[in-house]
Protein backbone atom coordinates (compact mmCIF):
# COMPACT_ATOMS: atom_id res chain seq x y z
CA UNK A 1 0.00 0.00 0.00
CA UNK A 2 1.83 3.32 -0.57
CA UNK A 3 0.87 6.14 1.45
CA UNK A 4 -0.58 8.95 0.98
CA UNK A 5 0.72 12.66 1.19
CA UNK A 6 -0.16 14.71 4.05
CA UNK A 7 -3.11 17.84 2.96
CA UNK A 8 -2.03 20.88 1.20
CA UNK A 9 -2.34 22.83 4.85
CA UNK A 10 -0.12 20.07 6.57
CA UNK A 11 2.93 20.26 3.33
CA UNK A 12 2.69 24.51 3.53
CA UNK A 13 3.23 24.42 7.31
CA UNK A 14 6.53 21.52 6.37
CA UNK A 15 7.21 24.24 3.47
CA UNK A 16 7.25 27.15 5.83
CA UNK A 17 10.21 25.58 7.70
CA UNK A 18 12.33 25.15 4.93
CA UNK A 19 11.91 27.80 2.93
CA UNK A 20 13.25 30.72 4.89
CA UNK A 21 16.12 31.71 2.86
CA UNK A 22 16.39 35.32 2.17
CA UNK A 23 15.66 36.87 -1.25
CA UNK A 24 18.65 38.64 -1.44
CA UNK A 25 20.83 35.03 -1.20
CA UNK A 26 19.23 33.79 -3.77
CA UNK A 27 19.94 37.14 -6.13
CA UNK A 28 23.78 36.67 -5.01
CA UNK A 29 23.95 32.89 -5.93
CA UNK A 30 21.57 33.66 -9.25
CA UNK A 31 24.26 36.63 -10.28
CA UNK A 32 26.97 34.10 -9.92
CA UNK A 33 25.35 31.77 -12.47
CA UNK A 34 24.85 34.31 -14.40
CA UNK A 35 29.04 34.63 -14.99
CA UNK A 36 29.02 30.79 -15.30
CA UNK A 37 28.88 29.58 -19.04
CA UNK A 38 27.42 26.24 -18.03
CA UNK A 39 25.10 27.50 -15.78
CA UNK A 40 23.72 30.80 -17.84
CA UNK A 41 23.12 28.35 -20.88
CA UNK A 42 20.77 26.47 -18.73
CA UNK A 43 18.82 29.01 -17.16
CA UNK A 44 18.39 30.83 -20.49
CA UNK A 45 17.29 28.67 -22.88
CA UNK A 46 13.68 29.16 -22.05
CA UNK A 47 13.69 32.76 -22.52
CA UNK A 48 14.85 32.54 -25.61
CA UNK A 49 12.39 34.33 -27.84
CA UNK A 50 12.32 33.71 -31.93
CA UNK A 51 14.21 36.49 -33.83
CA UNK A 52 15.38 38.13 -30.27
CA UNK A 53 19.33 38.92 -30.06
CA UNK A 54 21.11 37.42 -27.28
CA UNK A 55 24.00 40.17 -27.67
CA UNK A 56 20.78 42.70 -27.10
CA UNK A 57 19.66 41.18 -24.17
CA UNK A 58 19.86 38.66 -21.66
CA UNK A 59 17.61 37.15 -19.75
CA UNK A 60 18.14 34.05 -17.53
CA UNK A 61 15.50 32.57 -14.75
CA UNK A 62 14.89 29.81 -12.66
CA UNK A 63 11.56 29.21 -10.68
CA UNK A 64 10.55 26.64 -7.83
CA UNK A 65 7.56 25.87 -5.68
CA UNK A 66 6.48 24.00 -2.46
CA UNK A 67 3.10 23.98 -1.59
CA UNK A 68 1.93 27.54 -0.61
CA UNK A 69 5.62 28.55 -1.98
CA UNK A 70 5.94 29.91 -5.63
CA UNK A 71 9.28 31.64 -6.47
CA UNK A 72 11.22 33.18 -9.59
CA UNK A 73 14.97 34.32 -9.83
CA UNK A 74 15.40 36.40 -12.99
CA UNK A 75 18.57 38.00 -14.69
CA UNK A 76 18.74 40.41 -17.34
CA UNK A 77 22.00 41.19 -18.91
CA UNK A 78 21.98 44.41 -21.82
CA UNK A 79 25.61 45.29 -22.96
CA UNK A 80 27.06 48.62 -21.56
CA UNK A 81 24.21 47.99 -18.47
CA UNK A 82 25.25 46.80 -15.08
CA UNK A 83 23.32 43.20 -15.03
CA UNK A 84 19.93 42.77 -12.65
CA UNK A 85 19.09 40.15 -10.61
CA UNK A 86 14.94 40.46 -9.41
CA UNK A 87 13.33 38.17 -7.07
CA UNK A 88 10.32 37.32 -6.61
CA UNK A 89 9.10 35.02 -3.63
CA UNK A 90 5.29 34.41 -2.89
CA UNK A 91 4.87 32.29 0.92
CA UNK A 92 2.26 31.60 3.16
CA UNK A 93 -0.43 31.22 -0.35
CA UNK A 94 -3.79 29.80 0.35
CA UNK A 95 -4.23 26.42 -1.31
CA UNK A 96 -6.58 27.87 -4.35
CA UNK A 97 -4.42 31.22 -5.06
CA UNK A 98 -1.45 28.50 -5.38
CA UNK A 99 -2.51 26.39 -7.41
CA UNK A 100 -4.04 29.04 -9.89
CA UNK A 101 -0.53 30.78 -10.08
CA UNK A 102 1.32 27.20 -10.81
CA UNK A 103 -1.24 26.94 -13.62
CA UNK A 104 -1.39 30.68 -15.11
CA UNK A 105 2.67 31.73 -14.39
CA UNK A 106 1.41 35.09 -13.48
CA UNK A 107 4.58 35.63 -11.09
CA UNK A 108 6.93 34.98 -14.35
CA UNK A 109 5.03 37.53 -16.58
CA UNK A 110 5.18 39.90 -13.45
CA UNK A 111 9.29 39.13 -12.63
CA UNK A 112 9.27 39.59 -16.03
CA UNK A 113 7.50 42.75 -16.79
CA UNK A 114 9.53 44.10 -13.55
CA UNK A 115 12.80 43.01 -14.93
CA UNK A 116 12.40 44.77 -18.17
CA UNK A 117 10.15 47.60 -17.88
CA UNK A 118 12.01 50.48 -16.34
CA UNK A 119 8.64 52.41 -15.77
CA UNK A 120 6.98 49.28 -14.55
CA UNK A 121 9.24 48.59 -12.10
CA UNK A 122 9.79 52.12 -10.65
CA UNK A 123 5.28 51.94 -10.55
CA UNK A 124 5.62 48.83 -8.33
CA UNK A 125 8.77 50.34 -5.87
CA UNK A 126 6.99 53.10 -5.44
CA UNK A 127 3.75 51.24 -4.53
CA UNK A 128 5.53 49.11 -1.68
CA UNK A 129 7.20 52.24 -0.03
Same mark, same amino acid.
Given at each position: ????? !?????? #??? @? %???????? =?? /??? &????????????????? !?????? #??? @? %???????? =?? /??? &??????????????????????????????????? =??????????????????????????
Amino acid at each position: MTPAL !PDFARQ #AAL @A %ETVTRVEP =GV /LRR &VLAGLRKDAVASRHLEW !PMRQPG #ADP @A %ELRIGTKG =GA /LPG &VISEAMYTARPGERPRETVLVLHRLPEATWYSGMR =GYAHQRFILKLATEPAFFAKVRAALK
